[in-house]
């Protein structure tokens, strides 16, 4: 990631001066102040924060950038700290891809869901898709995808533009539906605008729709289309859901379905892992990432693993 990757994704500020010392990185100035006036319309807080200890660094290798740099700072001493409901825009890098979540990251859980913010499952998700690109190909048979628990939507959002990157490869076109859905109703608003922001508009084949696990069923409309991959991040989180969202993948017959877990209660991992095997469900671990291999593909820090199983329904 380049040091504008890295301020878009909101690193802490003290690490992006970290990144811009060791590798000498020079900003040139028409560039800067253009990505400066993203962050600012994004997140106005953060681009305080980031000049304050930009202009002392630029002051002390001598940049002139320091005297440009002094006026928009100074514009911005007025900010204060946002509040922990106030959103932002990050964007994530996977690959060739950039993608953009607006999304309330220091939300943990508000409105009786946790899916206001990106979860780190998901990002180790996101970069095991674009590294496997052929495990998740739907395009033979006519099978679609499904996500459960999609929160802010990052991951249909990365396998609709991998979906459509390929189709433009073999200039075909989408045909396949792409199912998007979450148990709480309020969230699917949040992924609709999402999916606008990466200007992924005009797709006939999105079905937006509440899901909840072993309960509801797919659109009537839909029933006939066969679900040959489930994708879903951080959605074993409590032993309460695994019976449900168990039930839920037996009812997609034939179905490769990728689940990421963050390993915080082995308990939990365990239940699910019973769950799978009382339901005759064949499953295997296909990853696995350290807190400090994690730093290799986000600015996050994470204190435990997290894995991915593959579950073939």
Known sequence: ?????RIHAREPVKDVLQYISDNNVELEPTQFLNQLEVVQERNSYYAKQFLKLLIPYLEKIGSELSETVY???????????????SSDIIQYRFGSYKLLIKETPSLI?????TGFRTWEAALFLCHFMTQNPHLFATDDGGSSMLELGCGTGIISILYTLMQKEKEKE????LENPIFVTDGDSSL????KDNFLLNDITAVPELRFQRLRWNEDELLQAERDKKVGLILGADITYDTSVIPDLVGCLK???GADAYISCTER???TLEAFENELTRNCLDFEIVATISPESFKQISVRNITTSIRIYRVRT
């Open 1 to 5: 990631m380049d040091v504008y990757d």
């Open 71 to 85: 006026e928009p700072y100074i514009n911005l001493l007025a900010v204060n700290a946002p509040d922990p409901q």
């Open 109 to 113: 859980c508000a409105q009786g869901t």
């Open 170 to 173: 073999n200039k075909g076109s």
């Open 188 to 191: 699917l608003q949040q992924v």
């Open 251 to 253: 009812q997609f017959a």
């Open 265 to 267: 209660n082995m308990a």
